[in-house]
């Protein structure tokens, strides 16, 4: 199946300080990615969902301000998290699609462990 | 709306033993459905999906699930449980606009020596 390339898989930071999370396609032209937050022992909350070279759609109770998505190529999509604090803290993964029909899945990356110290 | 119910949050089962883990879905159309499964700290992976095709739907590792449209069921089975299916398995439906991945709870596998 296709590839998708999250980074970093860990890290951590000090409150106040802003983190970059970078989602690749590695094979594929993704025309739309998703940003999702998973909390321990739960299933994943979609956070946001962004189509190349148009502002991401958040999902209520997301605040874009705190959580910028780009996705500035069909490759590559980020997230940044502003002024963390340790209640961001939490495991966040992003997927992939290569269309919108509805036999497209996603491609999940590998997931990032954020700890805000 | 689309949303996804999956009745169990853990099942436990014995190696060689069959698995039985259940999903039951709401959509408006015809939904094309997913199971994930993803291990610890790690992301996830397809294991198969059904788009409207064949009701029987054979994944990876041994998986296979059924579509059925009158009971809005889509259940994961495996014949005999393997110590490595241990880990947590999502039951998700594509939404009508092709959007969305719409989520279920998850439910947690053991599998016992």
């Known amino acids: 199946g296709a590839v998708v390339s999250q980074h970093p898989s860990r890290v951590i930071c000090k409150s106040g300080t802003s983190v970059k999370i970078e989602c690749r396609s590695l094979d594929f032209q993704a025309t739309t990615m998703f940003w999702y937050r998973q909390f321990p022992k739960q299933s994943l909350m979609l956070m946001a969902t962004?189509?190349?070279?148009?502002?991401?759609?958040?999902e209520q109770g997301v605040e874009k301000d705190k959580f910028l998505i780009n996705h500035a190529s069909l490759t590559l999509s980020t997230l940044t998290v502003t002024s963390a604090h340790p209640e961001d803290s939490s495991f966040y993964i992003c997927?992939?699609?290569?269309?919108?029909?509805?036999?497209?899945?996603?491609?999940f990356g590998q997931g990032t462990r954020l700890t805000v110290v | 709306a689309q949303s996804v119910t999956q009745l169990d949050s853990h099942v436990s089962v014995s190696e060689g033993t069959p698995v039985l883990l259940r999903c039951n879905y709401s959509s408006s159309y015809s939904p094309s459905l997913f199971w994930y499964v993803q291990h610890p700290n790690k992301g996830l992976q397809l294991l198969l999906k059904?788009?409207?095709?064949?009701?029987l739907v054979k994944g990876i590792n041994g998986f296979e699930a059924e579509f059925k449209k009158s009971e809005t069921s889509f259940h994961l089975t495996k014949p005999s449980a393997h110590m490595s299916d241990a880990a947590e398995y999502f039951c998700v439906v594509r939404d009508n606009y092709g959007q969305n991945f719409v989520f279920g709870p998850g439910t947690r596998l053991s599998v016992l020596p």
């Open positions: 059904y788009t409207s095709a064949a009701t």
């Open positions: 997927s992939a699609a290569s269309g919108s029909t509805l036999n497209t899945e996603a491609f």
């Open positions: 962004s189509n190349e070279g148009s502002k991401a759609t958040y």
